[in-house]
């Protein structure tokens, strides 16, 4: 069955704790393995085993200071990811690491290199000078050129589209590049296509900042490859038979609430997900919260990077990362995101 794909390899596993270091130009530290290991010349995230006892932050700070010389202030779990190499199987702590003392240098003779994720992977190795990207340090790449906002709409209106576009507009000039164009109230018919209209206009206004556009799947396939990939709904998603063909460049995410959707996300080979809701929202004043504590349980197993959603603003993000989240994701605090607050109170 197609759904099986979200399974992961069976263990046992060797457990391993890698840093995503990045530095203020969001570029992130590669190292090449040393002669005397095994994958000599293959480029990867530092990082090693952790030890009897040892938390993967623990682990993380010990095996950075060993091997680059640094102290860590500022690290946040990410992904815990599995692969299968041919003589073990690897469960890898990812950490986002933002903050150290001291300088990177390479103290078991290893080479060094500051890359920029967005780049295209032909551009990332051609920049490494010789040797090829390890297996597994390519999904922490590809997830790191992923923005840590996700600004969703919910459009129901004309009116409700002048004050996207608005809000899209300002979002941009607060530096947010992922937005979601979702319309589940929008009338059908011939309204349809003023629909259409709009979203056109938001991806004109969008991509003129270099950001992305997904479409949710409550609206057309064409449309979803006019812009920059496919949003799935939960239940669209669940009710699948056979996984959607994923077009070159385009991404996918998918909306999860536990974990049977998350699993179906690693089989749709989702990019990200977004998981919740965590804390109390207007829209849903009834609905079972996952709180923090569940967010980070499934977080642990989910295996992509994730966002929190539901009662999320600009005052929850760092909390959300301590929590293992990629970012935040929202509907009805998009403005709240912006960075001027008196723009925001002009635009309201």
């Known amino acids: 069955m197609w759904a099986e794909q979200g399974a992961w390899p069976p263990g046992p596993y060797l457990e391993v704790a890698a840093g995503a270091v990045i530095d203020a130009d969001g570029r992130v530290l590669l190292g090449q393995r040393p002669a005397d290991k095994a994958w000599a010349g293959w480029w990867e995230l530092p990082g090693g085993k952790i030890e009897r006892g040892e938390t993967a932050m623990h682990a993380l700070a010990r095996e950075l200071e060993e091997e680059l010389g640094i102290e860590v202030t500022e690290a946040t779990p990410?992904?815990?990811?599995?692969?299968?190499?041919?003589?073990?199987?690897?469960?890898?702590a990812f950490?986002?690491?933002?903050?150290?003392?001291?300088?990177p240098r390479g103290l078991e003779n290893q080479a060094l290199r500051w890359v920029d994720p967005r780049a295209s992977l032909t551009s990332i190795e051609a920049s490494l000078g010789g040797g090829s990207l390890l297996p597994a340090t390519l999904p922490?790449?590809?997830?790191?050129?992923?923005?840590?906002?996700?600004?969703?709409?919910?459009?129901?209106?004309?009116?409700?589209?002048?004050?996207?576009?608005?809000?899209?507009?300002?979002?941009?000039?607060?530096?947010?590049?992922?937005?979601?164009?979702?319309?589940?109230?929008?009338?059908?018919?011939?309204a349809a296509s003023e629909l259409f209209e709009v979203l056109k206009e938001t991806l004109r206004c969008v991509h003129q900042q270099k950001g992305r556009v997904l479409v949710n799947s409550v609206h057309p396939n064409a449309w979803a490859e006019l812009a920059d990939g496919r949003h799935w709904r939960s239940t669209d998603a669940m009710a699948l038979s056979a996984?959607?063909?994923?077009?070159?460049?385009?991404?996918?995410?998918?909306?999860?609430?536990?974990?049977?959707?998350?699993?179906?996300?690693?089989?749709?080979?989702?990019?990200?997900?977004?998981?919740?809701?965590?804390?109390?929202?207007?829209s849903h004043p009834g609905a079972?919260?996952?709180?923090?504590?569940?967010?980070?349980?499934?977080?642990?197993?989910?295996?992509?990077?994730?966002?929190?959603?539901?009662?999320?603003?600009?005052?929850t993000l760092?909390?959300?990362?301590?929590h293992g989240a990629h970012g935040i994701a929202g509907v009805r605090q998009l403005i709240?995101?912006?960075?001027?607050?008196?723009?925001?109170?002009?635009?309201?």
């Open 288 to 315: 079972a919260l996952l709180g923090w504590s569940g967010f980070e349980v499934l977080q642990q197993q989910a295996g992509l990077p994730l966002f929190a959603i539901g009662g999320q603003s600009a005052s």
């Open 243 to 282: 996984p959607p063909v994923k077009q070159s460049g385009q991404w996918l995410s998918m909306s999860c609430h536990n974990h049977d959707e998350i699993a179906r996300a690693r089989a749709l080979q989702a990019d990200f997900a977004v998981l919740g809701p965590v804390l109390p929202t207007a």
């Open 318 to 322: 760092a909390q959300a990362h301590a």
């Open 78 to 92: 990410w992904v815990n990811y599995i692969h299968a190499y041919t003589h073990a199987t690897v469960r890898l």
């Open 140 to 190: 922490p790449l590809r997830w790191l050129s992923v923005p840590d906002r996700y600004l969703v709409s919910d459009l129901q209106n004309e009116e409700d589209a002048q004050l996207w576009l608005r809000r899209v507009r300002e979002a941009l000039r607060a530096g947010v590049r992922l937005f979601q164009f979702r319309a589940p109230g929008w009338p059908t018919g011939p």
């Open 336 to 348: 709240d995101w912006c960075k001027d607050p008196a723009e925001t109170a002009r635009l309201d």
């Open 95 to 103: 950490c986002r690491v933002t903050a150290w003392r001291g300088t």
